[in-house]
């Protein structure tokens, strides 16, 4: 217990990440300062999103340094506190990402109210998971009633919140994803409308175009790549494009070539433009309550694949570029106590 | 003067267009019904965008249908009206195209003083090419004081506008174009900051490194292809991009092929948009005192290109593919009578 045991970056992985880019390190326990918190986790999260902080290359967060701690978004619960303002025992999220123990700047903590909903769904559904969902779909794509939404990645944590949002605005709402069994989920319990196997599909460009007989009017787009073209051929006057995620790129070890795509936004007079959660952050307090408000009525399911064990959670993160996981993928550190 | 003469597209071009696309074809004078006019035309507007329209490719506007009239932007003079409200002598600006003669319904006329400014205007700076520039650059691109605007094109008619629309609101503003002669008039007759040879530059890139030491905050693209490829590389977060034309790609018989674009944008939260001039037609109102404000006020200079004859339009039309115009092409036709 006076131990803190964290996952560093030791190189920069070219192309698939591999466990030879981490190490486990071990470390005296912090002792929180004055207006810091010491926090025993209980969840990490693993995103994709993670893959390109771990190159060098210049985008909108820094790069993780080598031989420091993975950042990202962990749930924990406090056992000393150096801050009058909060006590031993709550639940705050936080950004001390890929270890045991951190001591953390009460600045930087959500407090969590584990009685509202499990509480790992602060960093998933109710966490920045959901809210890059909420923002992309609503504030860039703007689905409209009887319009066409196409999500890729739909069964990933972020595109299975996308469509279900769709369909909540009355949008015709079609899925991309990698396996039959994740299709009939997003089709029979999630409501979408249609669902495509990427991997099966023969001619997945066909295929689009049966499932979308109006065209394609939003496309959120998760995974870039080949299938994003195939998506983009298929728009509609004045469609709109958030850029999510590239995830079909991340582990590429040279930049890719495809169709130039400016022609079909210029067609089309359609719009495109990769976002980032964080410039919604003072529209998140609004956006919070629609998304449980969402969850309570039942017209918003979430899904989580849960991995057991601080020790696996470099192979969980490895996981996401397999593309078997359902829904938010997290590690489980310990239990909460009462 | 019983006979009126215009040029029909007999077939869809593949790659560049060629004079074996089109025919002269005569046909009586029109006789104008109840709400129309008959106008001798005084200047043809020959554009990019026209290159769109011969191929049978889905695009915002309609294919030209073989064998009918290439239609565009014209001004005439009216020799006979059937509409109290317009009368002969009148100078008016429309759709009517590639013809020397036309019935027009004045409902799709726009009246033109020819005290206000040179007539011919109304095809460029205080037309359409001038409202492209205004509400591509103002409205989507956005730019703000000490922000880095780079346009390709620039030498072009909307490209050069665009430039010194920028000037005005106070960015850095570089060009790109196809000779020295060009450049040389933007940076010292049009106050570009600087402008590059894309055709003698050995490395593009580097070149534009070097022009804009703060990055890209705006890139008015006309061009797309390689030379985009390469100002999108250096995008500064936030950075929007208007995709105005693409004419690289006008004449590839086959699609062309360059580096996916979705992950620079998501780098850089960066948006890109194709857009339209007619989508902004309820404020044209607003937008054409303030860009003939700036001509009387001597921040906005024009250029124009005139070929002297009907019978030299296919070949003005064929020149705008070979990069020599400066400025807005435009063919003449007749002279204005007074």
Redesign the interface.
């Known amino acids: 217990m006076s131990v803190n045991e964290k996952i560093v970056l030791v190189k920069r992985p070219e192309g698939m990440p591999g466990s030879a880019d981490f190490e486990f390190k071990e470390e005296p326990l912090p002792v929180p300062q004055a207006g810091e918190v010491l926090v025993r986790t209980l969840y990490i999260s693993v995103d994709p999103y993670m893959r ?1 902080r771990m190159s060098a ?4 967060a820094e790069p993780y340094p080598i031989g420091e701690v993975i950042m990202g978004g962990s749930i924990g619960q406090i056992m000393e506190s150096a801050d009058p303002q909060w006590k031993e025992g709550d639940i705050v999220a936080g950004l001390w990402g890929w270890q045991r123990y951190a001591a953390a700047s009460t600045e930087s903590l959500r407090r969590i109210d584990p009685d509202l909903a499990p509480v790992s769904t602060a960093l998933g559904v109710l966490g920045m998971t959901g809210l890059t969902a909420y923002f992309g779909l609503l504030d860039i794509g703007k689905p409209q009633e009887g319009e066409t939404v196409v999500v890729s990645g739909a069964a990933g944590a972020v595109g299975m919140i996308v469509g279900q949002i769709a369909k909540i605005k009355g949008a015709r709402v079609v899925g991309i994803a990698g396996s039959d069994s994740k299709n009939d989920y997003l089709t029979k319990e999630l409501g979408f409308d249609a669902a495509l196997n990427y991997r099966t599909e023969k001619d997945l460009k066909a295929a689009l175009e049966m499932a979308c007989p109006n065209g394609v009017d939003v496309y959120f ?1 998760n995974v ?2 080949e299938i ?1 073209d195939d998506v983009l051929s298929l728009l509609n ?1 004045n469609a709109r494009i958030p ?4 995830i079909a ?1 991340y582990n590429l070890e040279k ?22 959660v964080g ?1 919604y952050a003072k529209d998140f307090g609004k956006a919070l309550p629609e998304l449980a408000g969402w969850i309570q009525s039942g017209q918003l399911q979430y899904a989580e694949n849960i991995v057991d064990g601080f020790e696996n959670t470099i192979e969980a993160f490895l996981g996401l570029f397999s593309g078997d996981n359902l829904g938010k993928q997290l590690v489980k550190v310990s239990e909460m106590t009462k």
Request: hydrophobic content about 30%; glycine content about 16%.
């Open positions: 390109g290359a210049k985008s909108y787009d870039g790549g994003s006057p850029i999510c995620g590239q790129l930049p890719d070539n495809g169709p130039r795509m400016q022609t079909a936004l210029l067609k089309n007079t359609a719009l495109m433009k990769g976002f980032l410039q």
